[in-house]
């Protein structure tokens, strides 16, 4: 590995630490943003060997000149990432035009729409919600009849929880049938379950080199619709039903080389799809869990994800070790509510724990609210009782 293209390193703002790994590994990292370079962070500047200013990264022609000038300047590019999933497209389409190892446009069907999800989690033997493509609001009608409501309508090639519906009476499918909304959507059955995560750095053999995963106790969806407070946590350990899941769906999938995230419904009740506690099949994501996931990985298993990414790129292997488990829990407050204790009095409560806190980026406050609090402890029930007094309104 020799030359490696990063997308955005400065967003979101603990990227970075995946750039100056790799450099530190020896590779030429090449980063291309949006961003003035004078913007960027000393430590930003310091993790790249060059950087490329775009006027957007939308601008899949100017995208693909900043890939041939740093080419031409270089010569051959070994690898292209932005660990995002907003940009699992375009990094494809960019790697096929330049000829660099990785993810293709043609892996995307299983990949990334979600319709095709379905085929690959039934090859793992992992159940998945049923699912119609919205065609007519008839059509719709007649999925609806056969498995009730309430349902949700996603599109079918979306990131996160935007533009994602629950409907629940026929009053709600007319109003969303008179929004006119563009692309493909699929319409799934509910399922009443919370949402557990199998997370990973996965080597070229296809083999987990690190394994985690978190529990998100309340929908994203709901928190975006209903701008509630964010929670969530990782694990001190995986259990062994969702790390099964985990690497069957990693099989199925066929997934080398990357950071994954990938989402299971665990179910709360007897229903349809399996048995209470039965783990289902919800969603792949080929990056890093959102936002700060990556810290806090750290925090509750002593290592270095970042290190971890940038050696299985760098060598294909690590040795870098990971330390006593704990648990590491976000909570994150929405702005404008009356909290029981302040933020001053949380930090004070709760320093021996906190690792981190401060506000959420912009960009992410819809689905992770606006001020959050990063702390660690031994047991699942010191996570919530720290998420209750948190949360606790006046």
Not at 73 to 79: A, F, H, L, Q, S
Not at 154 to 161: E, I, L, Q, S
Request: glycine fraction near 8%; include cysteine; hydrophobic fraction near 40%.
């Amino acid at each position: 590995m020799k030359n490696f293209i990063f997308i955005s390193p400065n967003f979101p703002a603990n990227y970075w630490h995946f750039c100056r790994e790799l450099r530190n590994n020896g590779v030429n990292v090449l980063g291309i943003g949006d961003a003035p370079y004078y913007d960027l962070t000393q430590e930003q500047r310091d993790s790249l060997t060059e950087y490329y200013k775009v006027s957007t990264l939308e601008d899949f022609g100017q995208m693909y000149r900043a890939v041939a000038y740093f080419a031409f300047r270089y010569g051959k590019i070994d690898g292209l990432e932005s660990n995002n999933e907003y940009w699992l497209e375009q990094d494809a389409k960019l790697r096929e035009e330049f000829n660099i190892p990785g993810l293709k446009p043609s892996d995307m069907a299983r990949l990334r729409y979600k319709s095709g999800m379905k085929k690959y989690y039934k090859k793992a033997g992992i159940p998945a919600a049923r699912f119609h493509m919205v065609d007519t609001k008839e059509g719709c009608k007649r999925f609806i009849k056969k498995v009730g409501w309430p349902v949700i309508v996603k599109p079918d090639n979306g990131v996160g929880a935007s533009h994602t519906y629950r409907l629940e009476s026929e009053k709600d499918l007319d109003a969303f049938f008179a929004e006119g909304l563009s692309g493909d959507y699929t319409m799934e059955e509910f399922v009443r379950a919370r949402v557990e995560s199998y997370d990973a750095v996965i080597g070229p053999d296809g083999e987990p080199m690190f394994e985690t995963g978190n529990v998100t106790p309340e929908s994203i969806m709901d928190v975006v619709n209903n701008s509630d407070n964010s929670m969530f946590y990782i694990r001190a350990a995986v259990p062994d039903d969702i790390r099964q899941a985990g690497r069957a769906a990693l099989k199925a999938f066929d997934v080398k080389s990357r950071f994954v995230h990938f989402e299971f419904f665990r179910l709360t009740e007897d229903q349809y799809l399996g048995k209470k506690g039965q783990v289902v099949g919800l969603e792949v994501n080929l990056r890093p869990s959102g936002g700060v996931s990556p810290d806090m990985m750290n925090y509750a298993s002593g290592t270095d994800v970042y290190k971890i990414w940038a050696d299985m790129v760098a060598f294909g292997k690590t040795e870098k070790p990971c330390a006593d488990r704990q648990f590491c829990v976000f909570a994150s407050r929405r702005s404008g509510r009356s909290f029981a204790l302040s933020a001053d009095e949380v930090r004070t409560k709760y320093a021996a724990f906190i690792k981190e806190e401060g506000p959420v980026p912009e960009a992410l406050s819809g689905a992770m609210a606006d001020y959050m609090f990063l702390a660690c402890f031994a047991s699942e029930d010191e996570v919530w009782d720290f998420a209750r007094e948190v949360f606790l309104c006046v």
